[in-house]
């Protein structure tokens, strides 16, 4: 009943040249792939009409049981069967994917195929993308070369189909992961904790601080000294080490204190030294009741 139902639907269908339809592969060769349309005649899809890819390889990435959809190119290739280009059909739906990704900021593993002139080219949905050498990663890339063959994760960042232009970018990833790892370690600072860092630079309005776990935060001018200044650079240097308290991390950012540290240091002091005097006042008062009782009267 099963075979006779597809031979019924199969019977009402109408294929011309033209139409995007969908196949299942059943049978691959060096050739090409014969693939199952549900209908009366099988589709073939030719080895060369099956991607745009240079790094593309038939035997490796066409197997058996693949759902492919493709154009057809002739309705009768001259033994029965329905010609059909994956090529062709990537050129008309592949654009509304890749926009599909862009818009989703969704990653894709891509191998890198060919370097040229200020990038490298990988191959998306069967579409030529162009990588500039500024996207492939957040250091400077000064040699190319290197590159050729690597997989990638990258993002699309520019889909324009009537110019056939295709942007792809590593970094992109590269900077979300590392925004992502500091602001772990950022929400793991818990105010009051002491640093010690390097003055990295000076603002009318504070001081930037370099702080260990590749962290910086900023020291306010206010929290720069205990006295009154008028610039940071009247106490501060680039380049000095400093210690400085945790204020509070919001929004991503620390906020610093010089002038907390001093006062903590200040109170620390002050409290060792009454401890010190209590210490001596006691012992004073001790040996004093000490003589009281050895006297006898």
């Known amino acids: 009943m099963e075979d006779y139902a597809k ?34 005649a099988q589709g073939v899809i030719k080895a060369e009409d099956m991607s745009s890819d240079p790094n593309f390889n ?48 969704k990653s894709i593993q891509v191998k890198i195929s060919e370097i040229v002139k200020a990038g490298a080219v990988a191959f998306v949905e069967g579409i030529r993308g162009f990588i500039p050498a500024s996207q492939l990663s957040l250091t400077y890339v000064e ?50 904790t002491i640093l010690e860092g390097t003055v990295e630079s000076l603002m009318p309005y504070g001081a930037f601080i370099s702080l260990p776990e590749g962290l910086s935060g900023l020291v306010h001018i206010s929290q720069i000294s205990q006295r009154r200044i008028k610039k940071p650079s009247e106490v501060l240097n680039t380049g000095d080490k400093v210690k400085v308290k945790v204020l509070n991390t919001n929004d991503g950012k620390i906020s610093l204190s010089m002038k907390a540290v001093e006062e903590n240091t200040e109170a620390d002091e002050m409290e060792a030294h009454q401890a010190e005097e209590y210490s001596s006042k006691e012992e004073a008062t001790t040996s004093l009741g000490d003589l009281f009782k050895k006297l006898k009267l």
Request: proline residues 2%; charged residues 35%; without cysteine.
């Open 58 to 105: 038939i035997l490796e990435d066409v197997k058996t049981g693949d759902t492919i959809e493709a154009t057809v190119v002739k309705t009768d290739d001259g033994e029965g069967n329905i010609l059909l280009s994956k090529k062709e059909a990537v050129q008309v739906l592949a654009w509304d994917i890749l926009k599909g990704y862009m818009d989703e900021k």
């Open 143 to 192: 040699d190319l070369e290197p590159w050729l063959g690597k997989q990638l994760e990258v993002r699309v960042i520019t889909v324009d189909q009537e110019k056939n232009k295709l942007v792809l970018s590593a970094k992109a990833i590269e900077k979300e992961k590392a925004e992502a790892e500091i602001n772990h370690k950022i929400s793991m600072l818990a105010p009051g």
């Open 7 to 40: 031979e019924l639907e199969a019977s009402f269908r109408s294929i011309k040249e033209g139409d995007i339809i969908t196949g299942t592969v059943i049978a691959v060769n060096e050739e090409g792939a014969i693939l199952d349309l549900q209908y009366y």
